[in-house]
């Protein structure tokens, strides 16, 4: 955690519906990312921005959007798209380290659809 | 990114040093190896990384192989807080870089 700040820590939606989840650090980051994590498997990236006002798809990015307007935020919409977003959410930062840098984690926000 | 083979699960006695294995074979000499830990429910944690040299913190220590295809990670006095998931990750080091964590080793740390 440290930093990093996901809300809310449960969220519930309605099928059909969009939701956004919320992602804040106060690390002065450059970089955030947003994963997927799936019970008992491991994480999926699904969206990461580098900078302010630039974002790049990861591995599972069909149904969801992201913005970055401000360095601090990065906000993650779940669209109606999605096919199976019961899921728990995690968002990261990280640093420009030089050779190497790295993620630190928020304490996750877990989805559930009805 | 080189692909990672670690044991499903692991116990360890409170107070024992807890060993944890890593098999890393087909990695890079540009590839880092990081380690992570996720108690249940919350976001990954943490643990610590290298490239070839062993390295200590005040979590953990990691050994490296000089070969680089293993590696393993050292809880040295194991409490039951440290009962996790680890994950360990080999990938490029550099800005921006996709973490992809595996299934990983969940650790039981037994009173």
């Known amino acids: 955690d440290g930093g990093i700040t996901q809300s809310p820590k449960y969220l519930f939606r309605k099928e059909g519906q969009n939701v956004t989840l919320s992602c804040e650090q106060n690390?002065?980051?450059?970089?955030m990312y947003w994963y997927r994590q799936d019970p008992g498997q491991g994480l999926r990236l699904i969206y990461y921005s580098q900078i302010v006002n630039d974002f790049q798809k990861g591995d599972i990015a069909e149904g969801y959007s992201v913005s970055r307007e401000k360095k601090e935020s990065f906000p993650l919409t779940v669209t109606s798209a999605q096919k199976n977003p019961t899921a728990f959410y995690l968002c990261a930062s990280s640093a420009d380290r030089g050779l190497t840098d790295t993620q630190y984690f928020g304490p996750g926000t877990r989805l559930t659809v009805l | 990114d080189a692909k990672t083979t670690q044991p499903t699960s692991m116990d360890c006695a409170e107070g024992r040093a807890a060993n944890l294995p890593c098999n890393h074979s087909?990695?890079?000499?540009?590839?880092?190896v990081y380690w992570y830990r996720q108690i249940h429910s919350q976001g990954p944690q943490y643990i610590i990384h290298g490239l070839k040299n062993n390295e200590t913190n005040e979590m953990a220590s990691l050994i490296i192989t000089e070969d680089r295809k293993s590696s393993t990670l050292i809880l040295p006095h194991a409490t039951l807080r440290d009962t996790a998931v680890y994950y360990c990750?080999?990938?490029?080091?550099?800005?921006?870089?996709?973490?992809?964590f595996g299934p990983g080793t969940r650790l039981s740390v037994l009173p």
């Open positions: 990750i080999v990938r490029v080091g550099g800005y921006g870089q996709n973490f992809v």
């Open positions: 690390l002065n980051h450059d970089a």
């Open positions: 087909t990695i890079s000499g540009n590839e880092y």
